[in-house]
């Protein structure tokens, strides 16, 4: 039997296994990360996860208090996954412009990683939207990406981009966000003509529009 902090018996195997708290929920949070790219999740239930997970109902519920707090971890995970070592590498580059490029273009990569992100975040957005209370202690966490261009875009106001202002690089970092999530979410739906390259060229586009910074 399992207690419902997911304790099983010594000498239990597989997802019964006893796990600390925290690698439990680790466990949890990463099945559901499967379970949601799989079936979406407007069609994710608690049970879904835990059976994904190896888990009882009851194990998920006590560590999670709904499928949102799940999704809000997995986004967690994902940002951590996806941007850390490309934050680290352009908050390390001395070069703004080439900071800039390093920021973008893996958000339009033809990959299967690139793909399984905007999916997720797809389905965050939408459940946002119509619990926006769902993001508020997350945000830090989930706005890594728009932090680092903030900086990056500091780096270089008034030199390698001539048309911005240090006082202006939040916003713009904010606009760059905005425009990034809408081109890349029609690209992950399939929009008809649109490809990574051209999804790119309208990125270095918009970019040199408002830096005056040539960064294609």
Not at 158 to 163: I, L, R, T
Not at 197 to 211: K, S
Request: hydrophobic letters at 45%; a negative charge.
């Amino acid at each position: 039997m399992m207690s419902a902090e997911g304790v099983a018996p010594a000498g239990a195997v597989g997802g019964g296994a006893r796990r600390k708290p925290a690698e439990r929920r680790a466990q949890i949070v990463e099945a559901a990360r499967g379970v949601i790219l799989r079936e979406g999740l407007g069609a994710t239930r608690l049970r879904d996860i835990a059976g994904e997970a190896g888990v009882s109902v009851g194990t998920v519920t006590y560590h999670f208090e709904s499928v949102a707090q799940i999704l809000n971890e997995v986004v967690v995970l994902e940002t951590a996954r996806f941007y850390s070592s490309i934050i680290e590498a352009v908050d390390a580059e001395p070069d703004p412009v080439a900071g800039v490029r390093m920021l973008i273009e893996p958000l339009f990569a033809a990959t299967d990683a690139s793909d399984e992100h905007w999916r997720l975040w797809s389905d965050y957005w939408t459940a946002v939207a119509r619990k926006p209370a769902v993001a508020e202690e997350y945000v830090e966490r989930i706005r890594v990406w728009e932090a680092c261009l903030t900086r990056t875009l500091r780096r270089g106001a008034g030199g390698v981009f001539p048309s911005l202002a240090v006082g202006d690089a939040s916003e713009l970092a904010l606009k760059l966000a905005a425009y990034s999530d809408g081109v890349a979410t029609q690209l992950a739906q399939k929009a008809p003509g649109l490809t990574s390259e051209l999804a790119l060229e309208w990125m270095w586009v918009f970019v040199e529009h408002e830096t005056g910074a040539r960064c294609a």
